[in-house]
């Protein structure tokens, strides 16, 4: 009787089909929370940039007229949501998150 060491075909079959499964259910919930996780990001810069605001208001003695006054002086590194398809920007003179 010979002692082979290794695995059957049987036995990879049944391994990558158990990892294919897991890779079904699981992709999908990731996406999900990429999306969540960008949102999070935006609001995270929203409430930077309202404390960039009033820091800026306290040194000048004045509101910056936009944000790229913020970023020019080095209050903000940028007014752009990390995903890109969002941003930071004045709308009835009230700080939100707008939209490309």
Known sequence: MRNEK???LIEMLIVLAVISILLI???PNLANKSD???TKGC???LQMAEN???AYEIDQGKKPTN?????REGYLETTE???GSKYIGFDNNQLKILSR
């Open 6 to 8: 290794g695995f059957t």
């Open 25 to 27: 259910l699981f992709i």
């Open 36 to 38: 969540n996780i960008n």
């Open 43 to 45: 609001e995270a810069l």
């Open 52 to 54: 960039q605001v009033l």
């Open 67 to 71: 944000l790229d006054e913020l970023v």
């Open 81 to 83: 949501c990390s995903n």
